[in-house]
C-alpha cells in the first residue's frame, strides 16, 4: 500500500519551517520562564538547607501564575510537537513542580494539544519519505486494523512508538476529529500520569515506591504493545 504521493520541494520547506518554528517557540518558553523564576534559578545555584523551604515557597509563588502557566502549557506542548525532543523530561520536571493532580493535567493537555498540532500539520504537508521509509510499518499496522482508533489509541499510549508516525496514521485514515482527539486523550493518560507521579514521588523523595510507579506502568505499557501485536496477527490473517 502506497502511503503517501511524491513530496514536493515546498512540502519539504514547510515541515522544515514548522520544526525551526517549533524550536524558536521551545527557546522563547524557556527564556521567558527563566525570566520568571530568575531568583530560584539564582537560589537553586547556592542550593543548601537552609535555602530549601525559601527554595520551594518561591516556586509555588510563581507556579499558579496565569502567565506562567501558559508558559508551561504551550511550552509541554511544542515539546511533543516537534520530533525528537525530550517531552519526558519536562513532564517529570512538571511532576516535581506541580505534584502528581495538577502535573498530570499539564502534561495530558499538553501532549494532547502537541500531538493536535502535529495531525494536523501531517494532514496538510505529509510525512517525509525518509521517516515513511524508516518505520513506515507502524502506520501501515494502525490503518489495516479491524478498529482503527484502538491502533491510534494504544499507539499513543506506547512511548517506544514515535507518536509522528501514529500522527501520520491518523492523518491518513480520516476519522471525525473527535474520534481523533479521543484517541489521544486515552491514550495519552498513561504517559501523562507516569511522568506527574514519577516527578511527584521524586520531589518527595519516594524512591521506592516512584521505582514500583514506574515498574507497574512499563508492565502495563507491555500488555498494551502485546494487545496491539495480537490486533496485528489477527488482521493479517484476515487479509
Not at 523551604?53 to 509555588?60: L, P, T, V
Not at 515539546?79 to 502528581?100: D, M, Q, T
Amino acid at each position: 500500500m502506497k502511503l503517501e504521493k511524491p513530496e514536493t520541494k515546498k512540502q519539504r520547506l514547510i515541515r522544515l519551517a514548522f520544526v525551526l518554528l517549533g524550536i524558536l517557540i521551545i527557546v522563547g518558553l524557556l527564556y521567558a520562564l527563566s525570566k520568571d523564576f530568575q531568583q530560584d534559578i539564582d537560589n537553586l545555584v547556592k542550593y543548601n538547607d537552609g535555602l530549601q523551604k525559601q527554595f520551594w515557597a518561591q516556586i509555588r509563588q510563581h507556579q499558579t501564575a496565569p502567565v506562567t502557566l501558559l508558559i508551561v502549557f504551550a511550552l509541554v506542548a511544542t515539546l511533543a510537537a516537534v520530533p525528537g525532543f525530550p517531552i519526558s523530561v519536562a513532564c517529570i520536571l512538571i511532576g516535581v513542580i506541580y505534584g502528581r493532580y495538577w502535573g498530570f493535567a499539564i502534561n495530558l493537555v499538553g501532549i494532547v494539544c502537541g500531538n493536535l498540532v502535529t495531525y494536523t500539520i501531517l494532514r496538510k504537508v505529509g510525512i517525509s519519505k525518509a521517516a515513511q521509509h524508516h518505520d513506515g510499518r507502524v502506520v501501515r499496522n494502525i490503518m489495516k486494523m479491524k478498529y482503527p482508533v484502538v491502533g491510534l489509541t494504544i499507539g499513543y499510549a506506547v512511548p517506544i512508538v514515535p507518536t509522528i508516525f501514529v500522527n501520520f496514521a491518523a492523518s491518513k485514515l480520516h476519522q471525525p476529529l473527535r474520534d481523533v482527539i479521543i484517541a489521544m486523550a486515552i491514550g495519552s493518560v498513561p504517559t501523562a500520569l507516569l511522568y506527574a507521579m514519577g516527578g511527584d514521588f521524586l520531589n518527595r523523595g519516594d524512591y521506592k515506591i516512584a521505582l514500583i510507579t514506574v515498574l507497574a506502568v512499563g508492565v502495563l505499557f507491555l500488555l498494551v504493545w502485546q494487545l496491539w501485536k495480537r490486533e496485528e496477527t489477527h488482521t493479517e490473517k484476515e487479509v
